[in-house]
């Protein structure tokens, strides 16, 4: 079992809609990270978390530690959200770096 | 305006071939990390930096070396020991590997085999 799972692996909604993207890991964390790859390669930081919710602008990142799980939401899609979006997680006193999930293909017709 | 630079974009190797990607960073970061990204996989470790002259193995070095002379440095050496070397690979760095840090990511270089 992968450390960290994300749902769904492709998503595909029509602009406007109300998006959520689940990430799920088994190891006790210190952080966990939302990261969004566009279609070029490029990876974009969007929220670093360890407890409760953040937000910036229509994205919403949300944690549960407890559960180990996060969520990320995004209202009002837009086709320019169109990307994969990846879960990463550091664990609790690892020297390590982050443990990625495969990423969720997301893709908002107009 | 301070980022990562990856280059090539695009690289073709020949069998047995060593090839070396290159990643440069404006960032005065202290710690730098190489991923590989394979279709329907999360990112993998290769190596990663958390000060000049020192570098750690991550999770799939075997085929692969990298130096550290300078802190906005950190090229990737694909070797010829490396079987399936095809794949995406990313750049990214932060600023000390102590703490928790975003990372910042480059653009990625793209190796195929002839």
């Known amino acids: 079992k992968n450390e960290v799972e994300q749902s769904p692996q492709n998503l595909t909604a029509q602009e406007g809609e109300f998006i959520t993207i689940n990430c799920s890991y088994s190891?006790?964390?210190?952080?966990l990270h939302w990261l969004q790859q566009h279609p070029g390669g490029g990876i974009v930081s969007l929220f670093m978390?360890?407890?409760g919710k953040k937000k910036h602008g229509r994205l919403i990142a949300t944690i549960n530690i407890q559960e180990k799980h996060s969520s990320l939401h995004i209202t009002a899609s837009h086709p320019r959200d169109s990307a994969v979006y990846i879960c990463?997680?550091?664990?609790?006193?690892?020297?390590?770096?982050?443990?990625f999930g495969s990423g969720t293909q997301l893709t908002v017709l107009p | 305006d301070g980022g990562i630079t990856q280059s090539p974009k695009y690289l073709f190797r020949k069998e047995g071939q060593n090839v070396t990607l290159s990643c440069e960073q404006n960032?005065?970061?202290?710690?730098m990390y190489w991923y590989r990204q394979d279709p329907g996989q999360g990112l993998r470790l290769i190596y990663y930096?958390?000060?000049?002259?020192?570098?750690q193995k991550g999770d799939i070095a075997e085929g692969y070396s990298v130096s550290r002379e300078k802190k906005e440095s950190f090229p990737l050496t694909v070797t010829s020991a490396q079987k399936n070397p095809t794949a995406f690979y990313l750049c990214?760095?932060?600023?000390?590997?102590?703490?928790?840090?975003?990372?910042?990511f480059g653009d990625g270089t793209r190796l195929s085999i002839l």
């Open positions: 990214a760095s932060s600023p000390y590997q102590g703490a928790n840090q975003p990372q910042h």
């Open positions: 190891v006790g964390i210190s952080a």
């Open positions: 978390l360890s407890s």
């Open positions: 990463a997680v550091r664990s609790q006193g690892s020297a390590r770096q982050l443990t």
């Open positions: 960032l005065n970061h202290d710690a």
């Open positions: 930096s958390q000060i000049v002259n020192d570098f």
